[in-house]
């Protein structure tokens, strides 16, 4: 105070402090399925003031999480650090990466033989067969075959922890009988005259019975 007349001039010092502003600092959510990489972690600031924004932060936090590509299904925390400002100070939110199963697919073929060697699931899990229709009997992979006929097949996958169940397949074949070679044995004919009468002597190495007929 400058002082007047009557008073001689005065003052006083007092000391300001100004803290820091305080950010808060929220991760986001994300979501991935099993097996993928994992997504971009990203995060969002809250109470900048004096008009301010990301641009005059000194060092950004950065997020993390324990997930990594082989991870199993579940929820895993997202967390943040190593924030540093001159102005402010951080209060951080952690965020959630949810790992969701993974879908599969199988692929379904035989072999010549029958075996279902060839089928197999995305996943690499185990394949299970199921005779719908037919006469046989599946032991893991091994068709066998007790008639001719139709015979369907299903092939499916219940998942696990980390995969969904596959959409099951069919696959339907014909079981033939199995058809063995003959031969026929015809004996050479003679010259014969108009009006001649005489037997054909031919036999079939099947012991079936054999057919005649003029060919010209």
């Not at 000391?15 to 991760?27: D, I, S, Y």
């Not at 990203?42 to 641009?55: A, L, R």
């Not at 949810?98 to 075996?115: C, L, S």
């Not at 108009?194 to 079936?208: K, R």
């Amino acid at each position: 105070q400058a002082g007047n007349d009557v008073y001689l001039p005065s003052s006083k010092t007092q000391t300001l402090t100004v803290e820091k502003a305080m950010l808060t600092v929220t991760a986001g959510n994300q979501t991935k399925i099993y097996g993928s990489e994992n997504p971009e972690l990203t995060f969002e600031y809250d109470g900048f003031v004096n008009n301010e924004d990301v641009s005059v932060i000194n060092t950004s936090p950065t997020a993390s999480t324990t997930a990594t590509e082989a991870s199993a299904v579940g929820d895993y925390d997202i967390v943040l650090s190593d924030g540093i400002d001159n102005n402010y100070d951080f209060n951080y939110v952690s965020g959630t990466l949810t790992i969701e199963k993974a879908p599969q697919t199988i692929n379904f073929t035989t072999t010549g033989d029958k075996t279902l060697q060839d089928s197999s699931s995305t996943s690499d899990l185990t394949v299970i067969f199921t005779l719908l229709e037919g006469d046989g009997v599946i032991s893991g992979n091994q068709l066998t075959v007790n008639s001719t006929g139709t015979f369907r097949i299903e092939a499916s996958q219940a998942g696990n922890d980390n995969y969904l169940a596959a959409t099951a397949v069919e696959l339907s074949f014909e079981v033939f009988p199995d058809m063995e070679d003959q031969t026929i044995s015809f004996s050479k004919i003679s010259e014969k005259v108009y009006g001649d009468v005489f037997t054909l002597d031919a036999t079939a190495s099947s012991n079936l019975e054999v057919s005649y007929s003029v060919l010209s």
